[in-house]
């Protein structure tokens, strides 16, 4: 008996995950619980599991792949199949890689007359002579792509091998590339999983109605005051946009298609380089807790970081944002997106020669209006000259 080993889904909003690493190979025991495998998220790299005490056995997904959730990448089985050489073969790439586009493709319902089944495909869809009627898709399929101005040839197909409507229509919805060719000569490389979803994230900002507010405030004295507390100056930072947020509870809530989140605690997002990529911490009840508590959180999530060991409780569902590009003296200011699930960010930019930063709030005005925006800046502005809320 062979039980399946299937690739985890770590988060809501886990489409894939690339298979990194198998601990093991055909035949070796695993107990349950063991790490088996790694697997590369948008985020981190982390372990998946044996659920069952026995045998590794084949085939096994190919590392390096990018592999659709709930995917099978290869099997435990209750006995010893070390000696079954052809179950040893890798599991072919192209039986499990697709990419987003194809997982996220929209449900599409075709019209009574029409069918999309693998047994609308008829023989006469072989043509050695034109490349085109080789492809194994639907007639609905072919016509739609034909409508939408698509060619066949450069749509993937489905789990079964076929190309369906969902296709067709999922590779309309996807943006069209630059055309490059003109340009100097270039290879294609597969980006990272951090910043492919990092590129998905920030697209889906696109239709946010955001508008921009900026403040200087002179922030010499919130640093020494961080210094003597033995804490980071973005650490008080956060600090001090938390209480303020708390102050306005519009600033922790978020559009939503059914009306707008009130949430009820002030999770601060705070904007961190992990050298692959941007990610963003999440502090939780920011306002709530002491700020010891905060800085000792803080040191686990940043050591997680630099692990490349942290997980999706970690880094989402924070309702405020931060970026502190202070450490950059070059940087005199800079605005930041709006990241879905919150209404505001703010942008940190460097000491000018006046002793004065740039604090730059973007907003999500279905949420924020100016005056509101102006207000947190007032206040924020008066928290950063007196420290005592540090202490």
Same mark, same amino acid.
């Given at each position: 008996?062979?039980?399946?080993?299937?690739?985890?889904?770590?988060?809501?909003?886990?489409?894939?995950?690339?298979?990194?690493?198998?601990?093991?190979?055909?035949?070796?025991?695993?107990?349950?619980?063991?790490?088996?495998?790694?697997?590369?998220?948008? *985020? =981190?790299?982390? +372990?998946?599991?044996?659920?069952?005490?026995?045998?590794? /056995?084949?085939? $096994?997904?190919?590392? &390096?792949? %990018?592999?659709?959730?709930?995917?099978?990448?290869?099997?435990?089985?209750?006995?010893?199949?070390?000696?079954?050489?052809?179950?040893?073969?890798?599991?072919?790439?192209?039986?499990?890689?697709?990419?987003?586009?194809?997982?996220?493709?929209?449900?599409?319902?075709?019209?009574?007359?029409?069918?999309?089944?693998?047994?609308?495909?008829?023989?006469?869809?072989?043509?050695?002579?034109?490349?085109?009627?080789?492809?194994?898709?639907?007639?609905?399929?072919?016509?739609?792509?034909?409508?939408?101005?698509?060619?066949?040839?450069?749509? *993937? =197909?489905?789990? +079964?091998?076929?190309?369906?409507?969902?296709?067709?229509? /999922?590779?309309? $919805?996807?943006?069209? &590339?630059? %055309?490059?060719?003109?340009?100097?000569?270039?290879?294609?490389?597969?980006?990272?999983?951090?910043?492919?979803?990092?590129?998905?994230?920030?697209?889906?900002?696109?239709?946010?109605?955001?508008?921009?507010?900026?403040?200087?405030?002179?922030?010499?004295?919130?640093?020494?005051?961080?210094?003597?507390?033995?804490?980071?100056?973005?650490?008080?930072?956060?600090?001090?946009?938390?209480?303020?947020?708390?102050?306005?509870?519009?600033?922790?809530?978020?559009?939503?298609?059914?009306?707008?989140?009130?949430?009820?605690?002030?999770?601060?997002?705070?904007?961190? +380089?992990?050298?692959?990529?941007?990610?963003?911490?999440?502090?939780?009840?920011?306002?709530?807790?002491?700020?010891?508590?905060?800085?000792?959180?803080?040191?686990?999530?940043?050591?997680?970081?630099?692990?490349?060991?942290?997980?999706?409780?970690?880094?989402?569902?924070?309702?405020?944002?931060?970026?502190?590009?202070?450490?950059?003296?070059?940087?005199?200011?800079?605005?930041?997106?709006?990241?879905?699930?919150?209404?505001?960010?703010?942008?940190?930019?460097?000491?000018?020669?006046?002793?004065?930063?740039?604090?730059?709030?973007?907003?999500?005005?279905?949420?924020?209006?100016?005056?509101?925006?102006?207000?947190?800046?007032?206040?924020?502005?008066?928290?950063?000259? +007196?420290?005592?809320?540090?202490?």
């Amino acid at each position: 008996m062979k039980i399946e080993i299937t690739m985890p889904a770590l988060s809501d909003t886990m489409q894939t995950g690339r298979l990194t690493r198998w601990n093991k190979v055909v035949g070796d025991a695993v107990k349950k619980g063991e790490a088996i495998a790694e697997v590369e998220t948008d *985020k =981190a790299i982390l +372990d998946v599991e044996a659920f069952n005490d026995g045998f590794l /056995a084949g085939p $096994l997904a190919a590392v &390096d792949t %990018d592999i659709p959730v709930h995917q099978v990448i290869g099997y435990i089985s209750d006995h010893n199949e070390a000696v079954r050489t052809a179950e040893s073969a890798p599991m072919p790439a192209s039986v499990v890689q697709e990419t987003a586009a194809i997982t996220s493709a929209p449900t599409v319902t075709p019209p009574p007359h029409a069918t999309t089944t693998a047994n609308a495909v008829h023989s006469d869809d072989h043509h050695p002579d034109d490349p085109a009627k080789t492809i194994m898709a639907s007639p609905y399929a072919r016509a739609l792509a034909h409508d939408l101005g698509l060619d066949i040839q450069s749509i *993937k =197909a489905g789990a +079964d091998g076929y190309i369906h409507a969902t296709q067709v229509i /999922a590779a309309a $919805l996807v943006p069209r &590339d630059a %055309d490059l060719h003109m340009g100097p000569p270039y290879t294609i490389e597969k980006p990272s999983m951090l910043r492919d979803a990092v590129a998905r994230n920030m697209s889906a900002t696109l239709h946010t109605p955001t508008f921009l507010i900026s403040s200087r405030f002179a922030i010499k004295q919130l640093h020494e005051a961080a210094k003597n507390t033995g804490i980071s100056l973005t650490l008080a930072l956060t600090r001090a946009c938390a209480l303020t947020v708390g102050e306005d509870p519009w600033f922790n809530h978020a559009w939503t298609r059914q009306g707008i989140a009130r949430r009820h605690r002030v999770d601060m997002g705070i904007a961190v +380089d992990s050298g692959g990529g941007l990610i963003t911490p999440v502090l939780r009840d920011a306002a709530g807790r002491s700020i010891k508590e905060l800085a000792e959180d803080w040191r686990i999530l940043l050591n997680k970081v630099k692990k490349g060991r942290i997980s999706p409780e970690d880094y989402q569902g924070a309702s405020f944002y931060l970026s502190n590009l202070g450490i950059f003296p070059e940087v005199e200011r800079f605005n930041a997106i709006v990241p879905t699930g919150a209404s505001a960010i703010l942008a940190i930019a460097a000491a000018g020669q006046d002793g004065l930063t740039d604090f730059t709030l973007s907003c999500d005005h279905r949420v924020i209006f100016g005056a509101d925006a102006a207000r947190f800046l007032q206040r924020l502005g008066k928290r950063l000259e +007196d420290c005592s809320w540090l202490i």
